[in-house]
């Protein structure tokens, strides 16, 4: 009898053996869940099971079931790193100062990282750019002696000049 795997089901379109699959699959996400990174996790499965990291994560892009599982196994590893960080704010793990300081400041590059839109830097830039019509007084011929009346009677007969239509 076949041994059932927990996780989501398996995609019909990969082929009839789909266990092996499935078996790497559920340990990839579950390396990931526990902290470890997914290129990290892939090289054990690809060890074991013959599954590059390319493989894996394309097969949760593709199966929403999946892509879902990976979603919350990062979730569950960022929520690992914010109960570690939690931890040592709140004084829960005693150990030398320094140390905590620097796992502290760890923690926190690494949510950086894996959650950007929470704790990353954020560089957003929103402008709103709105397109309206000129004035129907605003023909060329307009603009152009409004531009012209700006000049000095010295700029203006340069300009004429050049233009070949002055003396």
Known sequence: MARKTRGPASNARAGATTEPRELALRAWIDAIASGVTERGAAVEITAEYGFSHGQLAGW????????????????????????????IALGEVVEDPSVAKVRASTLQWLLSKWDRDSYGDQRRVEQTVALVPPPPEDTPEAIAEDALSMLTAEQRAALLRRLGEGS
């Open 60 to 87: 949760c892009r593709y199966d929403p079931e999946w892509g879902k599982a990976l979603a919350a196994a990062h979730a569950a590893k960022v929520e690992r790193l914010e109960s570690d960080l939690r931890a």
